[in-house]
């Protein structure tokens, strides 16, 4: 089981979860719902948490290739319902910028597995959002 304990830090809404190991992260709501914008909103967090999902993955499947991956870096957008409460995600984009003299065939089969069967926070979200992603390998000079 996991196990996430939620501390309020201020009067208002910012927030520490904190897991079993003692690791943290701070969530606060933005200024105009009366928080200070000082942490991570917890919808923010679910984009997060699939770049990081699909990440791990990435990276495991690239070193079992023996992939030279130098660097990654994900950027994860979302669309989220207009007018409505609670306003779910629609879509969700996630882009990998992959550094290294990486093949383009073996990216891109590591990229659609990380995201369409690994990356549980993904296989989530996709319940209610259209999940789609792109990648470009940035060679090494």
Excluded: W
């Amino acid at each position: 089981m996991i196990k996430i304990e939620i501390n309020r830090i201020d009067q208002d809404f910012r927030m520490e979860a904190v897991n079993e190991k003692g690791n943290a992260i701070v969530m606060d709501a933005g200024a105009a719902d009366g928080g200070h914008d000082s942490g991570m909103r917890p919808m923010q967090l679910l984009l997060a948490a699939m770049g990081g999902c699909s990440a791990i993955d990435l990276i495991a499947i690239l070193r079992k290739q023996r992939e030279p991956l130098n660097d990654l870096k994900i950027t994860v957008t979302g669309e989220r319902e207009q007018g409505v409460v609670p306003a779910l995600y629609t879509e969700v984009h996630a882009h990998f910028k992959l550094f290294g003299d990486i093949n383009q065939e073996k990216a891109e089969r590591a990229v659609q597995l990380s995201v369409e069967k690994y990356c549980s926070v993904a296989k989530t979200l996709e319940k209610t959002a259209k999940v789609t992603y792109s990648f470009e390998i940035v060679k090494s000079v």
